[in-house]
Nanobody, 126 residues
Framework: QVQLVESGGGLVQAGGSLRLSCAASGRTFTRYTMGWFRQAPGKEREFVAAIRWVGGNTYYADSVKGRFTISRDYAKSTLYLQMNSLKPEDTAAYYC???????????????????WGQGTQVTVSS
């Protein structure tokens, strides 16, 4: 089991920045691919970014590429999402997730993840 706790959400103006954190505890953090997803009211949960447990390859949704950066600190067992140039359409609840899947092309499907955090709200005002 892996326990995930997100933090860092809040209200920000368009063009601003936020950094989300996801603290992991439980089983070995290093053996999981980690991802960020988001869900806006009335919409399905969508993939944002992922970072592989081996090699550190990163994957991004087209909508955030060039603006968001995913990273992880193994010593702190923490996952991050640096979000720059935020837009109102980035408003959503953001969730971190952990995947035990050894290989995937992009880790972009929520079905590939085994553990989820409770989410943190990001609101971008125009």
């Amino acid at each position: 089991q892996v326990q995930l706790v997100e933090s860092g959400g809040g209200l920000v103006q368009a063009g601003g920045s936020l950094r989300l954190s996801c603290a992991a505890s439980g089983r070995t953090f290093t053996r999981y691919t980690m991802g960020w997803f988001r869900q806006a009211p009335g919409k399905e949960r969508e993939f944002v970014a992922a970072i592989r447990w081996v090699g550190g390859n990163t994957y991004y949704a087209d909508s955030v590429k060039g603006r968001f950066t995913i990273s992880r600190d193994y010593a702190k067992s923490t996952l991050y999402l640096q979000m720059n140039s935020l837009k109102p359409e980035d408003t959503a609840a953001y969730y971190c997730a952990a995947s035990r899947k050894y290989y995937s092309d992009t880790y972009s499907s929520s079905d590939e993840y085994d553990f989820w955090g409770q989410g943190t709200q990001v609101t971008v005002s125009s």
